[in-house]
């Protein structure tokens, strides 16, 4: 059996970073901090920008090696998610929405085209290392890095532009924080929560210790998490900027002199910041002399006061998740001895001493370390390690998931007479129930699979042939309390109104996904016939049985009949899901 590599993606929004390891031996873990940089005499950078060029509608630069003249995409991670809050006036956002429509491309063809470039670069690191022919002696496992609060279309498109880039078939997702914490706690036997601070994203999970050799743990409350990261604070403070330039004037500005002030702030503000009265500055060529807004010679003077305001308008967020989810634990009569910062912006020295600074009353420690999540999490979670016990032994369900069902009428049990319909065996039957497999909250131990019997009644003849499909939306409910009915509302088309007035409006049943799966016409004939009583057609009975496989990142759908996994199967994510 030839060798492994396993390789760790962190796409962040702003900037990604990679990491390898050959899964054997020392499993020593190589992070790529030489990213090609035209800019600095010397390239040493854990990450690289996620930004990427085009010139003739096709990829031209990426990375550090984007111009600042150049027409870029940034921030089109965000892009993946059509459920994503965050502000569409922020103008990376804008630009790159626009830029989607003079190229005629969507957000995952321009994420499909940064991958292609990364990957490379990657392959390329991999081969001065392990030599040319590296490729006959390994084989190739990716594991990539997405937020824990993302949607399930956005985790499908994800994978989908892994896979169009050409990375390997052998393809998984982590969520950021799991991936943190499995690269910090290994180190460390304690009770932590791993605070993934990121570039846009913030997701909290919180671990117990369950064995310390080998360490396993259990996720001990319900994660959480907010678009607090680091983007916001660049949006914030360009909208300081334009405030006290004039908006007029701000926009005529060249954009490649907003550009390089902006980078400016990245690297020699934003990093550096530690909370203190040290009075910071950059520079905006153009840009019209106002002493009394500390705007002199193309520089402007960063008063402490502004930056407090603008780095504490994020931080107070995060400190909010935190406080939540604090209270979460406590509520498993656990308590929480460390919060562990990680992720691009979990390096800011301010909100460390900010966290530090809150808990210093109550015996919580707040450190900062680094690490390569996604590569150790690939390392474990590899098909050659089945032998090894999980790090992660159980995890917490964010949301209800199940399905709508139909069960025999029974007024006793709450059935509305508007879901009543007669069954093709002339039975009274009550439509718009929901069969919940999953609770909020609820254990979910390694490697659990949920089972749901699926029946339809066909009608199928003898000369019938090919193949026939069914569909089945499975359904999630965000609220703390899922419904036992799913409520009816203004459908796409409106056809379909509620019945508003015994449904809790909070108790709202959203469509994750539909799976699809088919089977041949002739197996279906197989099945026994009867008559409608009232109708007189005749019709068969076929049970399916639905499984789905849960880990750290998606859900996995397979359909049986009879034992046998059907020919067919597919989940089509819910754009709003």
């Known amino acids: 059996m030839a060798s492994e590599i396993v390789v760790g993606i962190d796409f962040g929004t ?3 970073g990679a990491s390898w390891a050959v899964n054997g031996g020392t499993k020593h873990v190589r992070l790529i ?81 940064y991958f292609r470039l990364l990957w490379q670069y990657i392959k390329d690191d991999i081969q001065r290392v392990k030599g040319d022919n590296w490729k006959s002696i390994y084989t190739l496992k990716v594991v990539l890095t997405v937020p824990a609060i993302w949607s399930a279309t956005a985790k499908e498109r994800t994978l989908n532009a892994a896979r169009a880039a050409g990375l390997s078939d052998n393809l998984m997702l982590v969520t950021e924080p799991e991936a943190a914490a499995l690269a910090v706690l290994k180190d460390r036997n304690e009770e932590d929560e791993p605070l ?21 743990l259990e996720e001990c409350a319900v994660g959480d ?31 490649k002199s907003r550009k390089k002030m902006l980078r ?14 040290k009075e910071y ?104 390690n089945t032998a090894s016990v999980k790090t992660v032994a159980a995890r917490v369900a964010r949301h209800n998931y199940g399905i709508c069902v139909s069960w025999p009428f029974d007024l006793t049990k709450g059935h509305l007479l508007v879901d009543r319909y007669r069954g093709t065996r002339g039975e009274w039957r009550a ?57 009816h509302s203004e459908s796409k088309l409106g056809s379909v109104k509620a019945f508003r007035s015994s449904i809790d409006p909070r108790a709202a049943v959203k469509e994750l996904c539909t799976v699809t799966y088919g089977i041949d016409c002739n197996t279906l004939w197989m099945e026994s016939s009867y008559k409608d009583p009232v109708t007189k057609q005749k019709w068969r009975d076929a049970t399916f049985d639905l499984e789905i496989r849960l880990d750290s990142a998606m859900l996995h759908f397979t359909v049986s009949y009879r034992g046998n996994q059907v020919a067919y199967t597919q989940a089509d994510y819910n754009d709003e899901s």
Request: hydrophobic share 35%; with cysteine.
């Open 33 to 113: 901090n030489d990213w090609p940089n035209p800019n600095s005499s010397v390239a040493n950078a854990e990450k690289v920008p996620t930004i990427i060029s085009y010139q003739n509608e096709r990829p031209h630069n990426w990375g550090y090696n984007v111009e600042l003249t150049e027409q870029s995409f940034k921030w089109f991670k965000i892009l993946l998610d059509p459920t994503h809050a965050i502000n569409k006036n922020v103008e990376p956002v804008v630009t790159s929405s626009k830029l989607l429509g003079v190229l005629h491309k969507t957000a995952e063809e321009i994420a499909a085209d």
């Open 431 to 487: 439509s718009n129930q929901m069969s919940w497999l999953l609770r909020k909250g609820e254990r979910i131990e390694e490697g659990r699979v949920l089972r749901q019997q699926l029946a339809h009644s066909i009608q199928v003849g003898f000369l019938d042939v090919g193949m026939r499909y069914f569909t089945q939306t499975v359904q999630y409910c965000p609220n703390d309390t899922a419904p036992r009915r799913k409520e």
């Open 196 to 216: 993934e601070a990121g570039d846009a994203f913030t997701d909290l999970i919180s671990y117990k210790v369950k064995d310390i050799n080998p360490l396993q």
């Open 225 to 255: 998490g907010g678009l607090c990261g680091s983007v916001f604070l660049d949006a914030a403070f360009e909208k300081y900027v334009e405030t006290i330039v004039g908006k007029e004037q701000y926009s005529r500005i060249k954009l």
């Open 281 to 384: 500055s950059v520079d905006l060529q153009g840009v019209e002399d106002n002493p009394e807004q500390g705007i002199d010679d193309d520089t402007i003077r960063l008063k402490p006061s502004m930056l407090k305001t603008v780095f504490d308008h994020v931080i107070n967020q995060i400190n909010n998740l935190v406080d939540n989810q604090i209270e979460e634990v406590a509520e498993q009569d656990l308590q929480v001895k460390a919060i562990l910062l990680v992720g691009g912006f979990g390096a800011s020295k301010y909100m460390h001493q900010r966290l530090k600074d809150a808990h210093q009353g109550d015996g919580i420690q707040v450190l900062q370390v680094n690490g390569a999540g996604a590569t150790m999490w690939g390392l474990e979670n590899s098909g050659r």
């Open 264 to 277: 400016e702030f990245e690297m020699s503000v934003k990093r550096c910041y530690t909370g203190d009265d």
């Open 14 to 16: 702003t900037h990604s």
